[in-house]
């Protein structure tokens, strides 16, 4: 517990970094809930119909206003197995400001919830470039600022999903793995589980990256049978059998009176097209009528087929590389190379005027192009600092530890195609990568004396990057709040 609280505690050099990022993400937040509140602070019995039906901000989910509104399962228990008992507490602040007040304030609850993530996150990746890659306190303050203006960082800090969390339990785990790193110790079973189960518990695949961090400070020691069974397996397989446990306890029920419902509603729609071709046909046999039934019947199930291959939905959709439970989500279709340029290194930096903040789902191609020319620019500036830091970082145990969190999410997203459609939203999951490189960039131009000239060129480079992603950013979803 000391250890908990003493990784929570503002420290001195850091309260005018708390104080104004809090700010920050205090307005960002006013926005989103200064364009929801008048719709999402009424009660009402479908809760679902109402945030899914309203919100609408680029392909972020408003689940966590559900659920704060009518605590249940409401996130894919697989991918999310913890995160709904996590924000149960806040469900019951909720729920007593609503007895309170007789509106719901799921909106101001969540962006509170938001804030707090956000700050801790910024001070989380603070502490690793002063205390781990040792950077200059102003370096530092820069790189935060050059991280936090990314276009789906920023939005991550002040829309209703998990991303913002997920971000922090990484970049805390990233934290204590520099830590470990910088003092020549390792992770022990007991950090590992915590750790996991933390970041897990939000998003399964992110839990991966604790084994990482566990192997890169561990390394031989990561393969003692001990520390495998109590530190990986036994969790591993502990919080799959919760998240088994949670479809058949709160998932399944559902999806079989859906299915009842459904099975019902075919029933009374099959009746209602044998009474008509009864009433057209007359004396016809039962036989004669049940099979003109399954004529029709198949002409519109095949008529419903082709129009929704023609939904944008669909469309949108690449080929998986095969159908099973979790391959179907797989995608071998969607280019690589337009969606590293316009949206792992371009959306999720720099925000595309054109289909503003649309859903990939709903009204947004899944490639858009920039108008403005400069984007591009800025885009290869940041591309290029990237590069030019793990240059300078090649040697870090530490960096490769980052950049290992990096290459899986790459693996799956633009290797197996896991949500490649609208890959940008995922960036909180890696994106802190950048910031860190640069950061190492800045390190070693400072302990050169004749690279003096090239390290003020490099700050230059990341606060022109950061002033152009700020301003572009803010102005482009100040519009989006203010259009309607």
């Known amino acids: 517990m000391r250890k908990i609280l003493n990784i929570l505690r503002i420290h001195p050099e850091e309260r005018w970094l708390a104080a104004v990022s809090a700010l920050v993400f205090t307005v960002l937040n006013a926005m989103t809930v200064a364009k929801y509140y008048g719709s999402f602070s009424q009660l009402t019995e479908s809760y679902h119909r109402l945030f899914v039906g309203t919100f609408h901000i680029s392909g972020f989910d408003p689940l966590t206003y559900e659920l704060m509104s009518q605590w249940d399962t409401v996130y894919n228990v697989y991918r999310h197995p913890l995160l709904a008992f996590m924000l149960w507490p806040l469900n019951q602040v909720n729920q007593m400001l609503i007895m309170l007040t007789g509106t719901n304030c799921a909106t101001l609850v969540t962006a509170v919830m938001l804030v707090v ?93 604790v084994f990482l961090a566990a192997l890169f400070t561990r390394r031989r020691r990561f393969f003692r049978p001990l520390f495998l069974i109590l530190a990986v397996i036994l969790p591993a397989l502990l919080i799959w059998g919760f998240a088994r446990w949670e479809y058949r306890t709160f998932v399944w029920p559902k999806e079989m009176a859906r299915k009842e419902l459904k099975m019902k509603k075919d029933r009374a729609h099959t009746e209602a097209i044998r009474q008509q071709v009864r009433d057209s046909m007359g004396t016809a046999g039962k036989a004669e009528v049940e099979r003109l039934v399954k004529k029709i019947k198949q002409e519109r199930a095949v008529a419903k087929y082709r129009a929704d291959r023609k939904k944008i939905w669909n469309r949108n959709t690449g080929k998986p590389i095969a159908k099973g439970e979790f391959m179907r989500w797989t995608d071998i279709t969607t280019p690589r190379w337009d969606t590293v340029v316009e949206n792992l290194f371009g959306e999720a930096l720099i925000l595309h005027g054109q289909h503003l903040l649309g859903d990939v789902l709903r009204d947004r191609p899944v490639i858009v192009r920039y108008r403005c020319k400069a984007n591009y620019i800025i885009e290869a500036l940041v591309l290029l600092i990237f590069l030019a ?96």
């Open 117 to 209: 993530c956000a700050t801790y996150s910024c001070l989380f990746l603070f502490r690793i470039f002063t205390r781990i890659i040792e950077t200059e306190r102003r370096e530092a303050f820069l790189l935060c600022a050059f991280y936090y203006g990314f276009a789906f960082i920023m939005l991550s800090t002040m829309v209703p999903d998990h991303f913002v969390i997920s971000m922090t339990a990484l970049l805390l785990t990233l934290y204590v793995t520099g830590m470990k790193l910088r003092h020549g110790s390792a992770l022990n079973a007991k950090e590992t589980v915590a750790l996991f189960v933390v970041t897990a518990g939000v998003s399964l695949n992110n839990g991966l990256k």
């Open 389 to 484: 830091g793990l240059w300078a970082g090649r040697k870090s145990l530490f960096l490769w530890t980052a950049m290992s969190f990096f290459a899986m999410d790459m693996a799956l997203h633009l290797g197996l195609g896991f949500g490649i459609n609208e890959i940008y939203i995922m960036s909180p999951h890696y994106l802190f990568v950048i910031p860190i490189a640069a950061a190492f960039l800045l390190k070693r131009l400072h302990g050169s004396p004749s690279a003096g000239r090239w390290r003020v060129a490099a700050v230059i480079a990341i606060a022109s990057a950061t002033l152009w992603c700020w301003a572009a950013n803010t102005t482009l979803i100040t519009r989006f709040i203010l259009s309607c």
